[in-house]
């Protein structure tokens, strides 16, 4: 089992890469010397150096995936930047917000709260899983479209159920009525070939700590030309009544909300550096053998536990996911991590009662893994048969 650079503990069958990400050692070290240097005089470091390193690093992540850099804003997490865009907006009583029952739990949780306040209110567009075909999406998100949307949020892949989204589709539909779009990449850097601009969001949110492997808590937003003026951090610190012309309010705002630790930010560059270093044709390559492994792993899991496709192939990218039978997902979890010694999320989902177990593809995976997971959800399904009889 591929081991250096990686850092998961020996025995443990690692297969949930999707949540947090994994750090590997060399990006943890670099991150390290940059913590060393902010401390020899943390004054000159994120006073008079920080928005240039910051900079050169929305430079790297701009031209990897398609964005320009003046949009970039480095956040500490893909919530914080949906929170942000949803606390910039005016919205009045009746207003709508739509989302996916796809979506990522805090995200939709933020947007029932931001809409509520002002008497707005989040619509819940329901998303067919298993799904036999992308237009499915984006159908069911246009008939959730009315006069009154505001925006919509939808994920490009999703948490719980591991879709790759038709974005652009939704974003274009959604543009022609006149509506605004975050759309929620929080895995796509790394994981998908990316042109951010290209999809035409208002807003684009993607994560670094997940398949960037960057040091947990680098995430950014990129916000389109025309919506940089009205964006705001959700965290108000000295940028708001900033006397200086040389940088934009967007800039000033987002690169300061508040003392905090930069690092993960300034790593981003040493994790893309590192991975290019696995293939061949870099990021691209590592790419591709996820999605390689990913599939192969869902071809195993269907074989062995008799499950149906959950999605076309093209909606997968390193992540898939599978309903289960009804039961206690946090007891399967559990038994799983604790008996099998498999980290693997098993999620309650579309609604509790119900659940959903999602595997991920990353470098330190091999195929063994999966069967080792089958073997042992047959061993807890059939567990929880004996213990409902
Ligand atoms: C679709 C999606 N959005 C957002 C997030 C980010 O979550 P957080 O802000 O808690 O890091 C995740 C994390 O798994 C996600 O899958």
């Avoid at 443990?12 to 750090?23: D, E, P």
């Avoid at 010397?33 to 470091?45: A, C, G, K, T, W």
């Avoid at 062995?304 to 997968?316: I, Q």
């Avoid at 898939?320 to 991590?337: I, S």
Wanted: with cysteine; charged share 25%.
């Amino acid at each position: 089992m591929p081991k250096f650079p990686w850092l998961h503990e020996d025995g443990l069958v690692f297969l949930n890469h999707g949540s947090f990400g994994a750090t590997p050692l060399p990006v943890l070290e670099r991150q390290n010397e940059l913590r060393l240097q902010i401390e020899r005089d943390p004054i000159r470091f994120l006073i008079d150096e920080l928005e240039g390193r910051l900079d050169e690093v929305r430079g790297v992540v701009g031209a990897r995936f398609g964005a320009d850099p003046d949009g970039i804003a480095f956040v500490p997490n893909p919530t914080f930047a949906v929170n942000s865009v949803l606390a910039s907006l005016r919205l009045s009583p009746g207003d709508e917000i739509v989302v996916t029952d796809h979506g990522y739990n805090a995200c939709n949780n933020a947007a029932k709260h931001w809409a509520e306040r002002s008497g707005a209110k989040a619509v819940v567009a329901e998303v067919p899983f298993p799904i036999r075909d992308p237009a499915e999406v984006t159908a069911s998100v246009v008939a959730a479209l009315g006069p009154r949307t505001r925006l919509v949020i939808i994920d490009h892949v999703t948490s719980p159920t591991g879709l790759v989204f038709p974005v652009a589709d939704i974003v274009r539909e959604a543009e022609a009525r006149n509506i605004d779009a975050i759309v929620d990449g929080a895995h796509a850097p790394g994981m998908l070939p990316l042109d951010i601009s290209s999809i035409g969001a208002a807003y684009y949110v993607g994560a670094l700590h997940k398949w960037v492997c960057a040091p947990k808590g680098a995430s950014f937003v990129v916000t389109r030309a025309d919506r940089r003026t009205s964006m705001r951090p959700a965290i108000i610190s000295h940028g708001a009544n900033s006397m200086r012309t040389d940088r934009s309010r967007y800039a000033l705002e987002f690169d300061w909300t508040g003392t905090m630790d930069p690092t993960p930010f300034l790593a981003v560059p040493a994790a893309l550096e590192l991975l290019d270093t696995f293939c061949p044709d870099g990021l691209t390559g590592v790419m591709r053998e996820n999605r390689e492994l990913a599939l192969a792993a869902r071809a195993l899991l269907m074989d062995r536990l008799g499950l149906e496709p959950p999605c076309p192939e093209s909606m997968t990218g390193s992540l898939v996911a599978f309903p289960l039978p009804d039961g206690d997902p946090v007891k399967l979890h559990r038994r799983l991590r604790d008996e099998h010694h498999i980290q693997v999320p098993v999620m309650p989902w579309p609604a509790p009662g119900r659940r959903v177990f999602r595997v991920s593809a990353q470098r330190y995976n091999v195929i063994d893994q999966y069967e080792t997971l089958a073997a042992a959800l047959l061993v807890e399904l059939e567990r929880e048969r004996a213990q409902r009889s």
